[in-house]
């Protein structure tokens, strides 16, 4: 962060199941490409998760293990802020003055909060209802200019824009409206085994999904039960969404665009493309793995990381609240 003039970048994941390829390619590996440009801060967003019930033993461990796959992934937990969500209780307290600004019927249209109540039928609790206003907490706090997120985002990210905009209509400029950032190829992974719906880190089906830390061979099981249909072409067509989510994945790893991929299996079948679009994953994972193996056991440095983090975060978290404050009408602080 020793670049004032540099922009602002503020996303987050939150600890719950275990980091999918569909966070990396959406999120993670956008935020590894940005974080030289930026001044940026990654969180582990840990409050947002408990709006599901969480085991609190596992809960704690997930939490570390999630900032060690940021690191892992390649963020700089040196040039930027990687920490907890919880250790910055402004976020929380910014949460509440938003929500005095934010309409019923706004948090009533969220997809997510329509998905996850009725996943969670017997615990819709006021924070499902209220999960999108700690987000526009999150990312208006540090006065952050662009999100990086996938696109089940963009719902979340308009509503923060709307209420940023909303706020400095009645007091006055007080928060930078910020804008998203999602990748051109695989803002939306699907799941591997249910083409139709997004790839999800809670899903109790393991082979919808592929975790990063994922060995080799859970990578060529999952990969080569992948639901496909049966005509045996790689070609985007529509309609035909489990053969355009591996095409999808293969060209958000190397880089190649559908055309060049599609030139390079014309005339072969599903059996090779899947291999070549697991081994890439494989090769994408390997290094990300590796670093994860030697981190984990470093404890002082992991805490060094979070800490350090969370203080810097607070002194920045501090200027946007008392500016809040002051427009909104509270009494200064004396202390
Ligand atoms: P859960 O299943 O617990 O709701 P999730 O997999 O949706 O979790 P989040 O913590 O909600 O994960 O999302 C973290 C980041 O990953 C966000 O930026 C989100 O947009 C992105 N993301 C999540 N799933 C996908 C996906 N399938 N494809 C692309 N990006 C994704
Ligand atoms: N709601 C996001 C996670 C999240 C987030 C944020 C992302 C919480 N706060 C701030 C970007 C910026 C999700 O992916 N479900």
């Not at 962060?1 to 999120?27: D, H, R, W």
């Not at 956008?30 to 969480?54: A, G, K, M, P």
């Not at 802020?81 to 019923?104: D, G, K, R």
């Not at 990210?157 to 940023?164: F, G, Q, T």
Request: proline share 3%; net charge neutral.
């Amino acid at each position: 962060m020793e670049n004032e003039k540099k922009k602002v970048i503020f996303s987050g994941i939150q600890p719950t199941g275990c980091i999918t390829l569909g966070n990396y390619i959406g999120a993670l590996k956008n935020w590894v490409e940005l974080q030289n440009d930026y001044n940026c801060l990654f969180s582990v967003v840990d409050l947002h998760s408990i709006t599901v019930r969480q085991d609190p033993v596992q809960l704690r461990k997930r939490c570390v293990d999630f900032l060690v796959q940021y690191l892992a992934c390649g963020i700089n937990g040196e040039d930027n802020l990687v920490f907890f969500q919880s250790h910055v209780p402004q976020h929380a307290e910014l949460s509440w003055i938003l929500n005095c600004y934010t309409y019923m019927g706004e948090l009533s249209r969220m997809t997510q909060f329509k998905d996850k109540s009725s996943k969670h039928a017997d615990n819709i609790n006021a924070g499902l209802f209220t999960y999108p206003v700690l987000m526009a907490a999150d990312i208006l706090l540090y006065q952050t200019d662009l999100v990086p997120v996938g696109n089940d985002q963009k719902q979340h990210l308009e509503l923060a824009r709307d209420i940023a905009i909303r706020f400095n209509g009645i007091y006055g400029d007080t928060f930078t409206v910020p804008e998203g950032f999602m990748p051109k190829a695989g803002a939306r992974i699907m799941s591997l085994q249910e083409p139709t719906s997004k790839m999800s880190k809670s899903d109790p089906n393991e082979n919808g999904f592929i975790s990063i830390l994922d060995r080799p061979d859970a990578v060529v099981r999952k990969i080569k039960r992948a639901v496909t249909d049966s005509d045996n072409l790689i070609k985007v067509r529509e309609g035909h969404d489990g053969i355009n989510n591996l095409i999808t994945i293969y060209s958000a790893i190397t880089k190649k665009s559908n055309e060049e991929i599609e030139a390079e299996f014309d005339g072969k079948g599903y059996g090779d493309f899947k291999m070549a679009v697991a081994e890439a994953i494989i090769e994408e994972l390997k290094p990300i793995q590796q670093r994860y193996d030697e981190l984990i056991k470093d404890k002082a440095y992991i805490e060094q990381i979070y800490t350090n983090g969370a203080k810097i975060a607070q002194s920045l978290a501090r200027r946007t609240l008392s500016k809040v404050h002051r427009r909104v009408g509270f009494v200064d602080r004396k202390f």
